[in-house]
């Protein structure tokens, strides 16, 4: 009868607020979970297909929620209305099962996805929760290298490319009296630089001694000294002319431990996890039986053609 069921899951809300406190006080005898007894926990509350949902599946999917949400479902009307939720999960589960999307390829990987996360769930992540790192090992660790999170002065520029110096030096004085937007605009439609010409000529933040752009851009960008200026001259390299405008800067910065201490302790936090993996699938390498073909991999052939080249 429905009104037995949702009277017994009534009486079960209200053993979840009081169940610590109750077993707190008795602590000798083992209480029945959500206060309901082995019999009331195994009453079908309903079916759908070959599943069914009992009181006490109903109790622990409660027990699961927020002392908020277990609130909401203190009266009879929204308990109903969660065992109607549940009926409707069911049946979706029951129709997918039916059309076989169980075996279809994409939930077999989620499947599979979910099973790894619960793994490292339990043989990684929990374990290093319970082995929390210390402030005395985040202190090694910034004295070991204190210039580690420093960052080093960095600047922004565009630019623009052009074969021709006669044509390059008309672009420059164009360039000297446009803004940003101005300047973006020349490059787009000026530069002969394939690479960042869609991009309005933009070579992104770089500090004085990268790779790239080329050193001479590197110095024209450095020594100009306020933000959508143009460097005067043309700067030759790449045999071209450059016309530079900077775009950005970022000043130098020097961490103190207090500054420090956060990002080490995440880089620390990922070491320990990155070290768990490793450890965890080299055991798992010596009790599996694994084998590896590595020469059959030359068999695989990809299609970069059409793929941009990454720096």
Not at 81 to 109: I, M, Q, T
Not at 160 to 171: E, H
Not at 192 to 215: I, M, Q, S, V, Y
Request: net charge negative; hydrophobic share 40%.
């Amino acid at each position: 009868m429905v009104w037995k069921h949702t009277a017994i899951i009534a009486l079960a809300l209200v053993a979840l607020a009081c169940e610590k406190k109750s077993e707190e006080a008795s602590s000798d005898a083992e209480l029945p979970k959500h206060g309901l007894s082995e019999e009331q926990a195994n009453e079908v509350l309903a079916k759908v297909g070959d599943r069914t949902i009992t009181v006490g599946e109903v109790a622990d999917r409660l027990a699961s929620q927020s002392p908020y949400l277990q609130a909401r479902f203190d009266s009879p009307e929204r308990r109903k209305e969660f065992l109607d939720n549940l009926v409707r999960y069911e049946l979706l589960v029951y129709e997918a099962k039916r059309r076989g999307y169980e075996n279809d390829p994409e939930v077999v990987s989620a499947r599979r996805n979910i099973m790894i996360q619960e793994l490292i769930k339990q043989e990684v992540d929990q374990p290093l929760e319970d082995n929390e790192i210390t402030d005395a090992e985040v202190q090694a660790s910034y004295d070991a290298n204190p210039t580690e999170f420093d960052r080093e002065a960095q600047v922004r520029a565009s630019h623009i490319f052009i074969k021709d110096r006669a044509k390059a030096a008309r672009v420059l004085k164009a360039a000297k009296e446009a803004d940003r937007a101005g300047f973006t605009k020349l490059a787009r439609e000026e530069s002969e630089d394939e690479e960042t010409r869609a991009d309005g000529g933009d070579l992104r933040f770089f500090t004085a001694n990268a790779e790239k752009p080329t050193a001479a851009l590197r110095k024209a960008a450095f020594s100009i000294d306020r933000v959508g200026s143009v460097y005067p001259e043309l700067v030759a390299a790449d045999g071209g002319y450059h016309i530079v405008m900077l775009t950005g800067k970022r000043a130098e910065l020097k961490r103190t431990y207090e500054q420090a201490k956060r990002a080490i302790r995440h880089k620390l936090s990922r070491e320990r996890k990155e070290a768990a993996m490793k450890a965890l699938t080299e055991r798992l390498r010596k009790e599996v039986a694994v084998e590896v073909d590595y020469a059959a991999l030359e068999q695989v052939k990809v299609d970069v053609s059409d793929t941009p080249a990454i720096d």
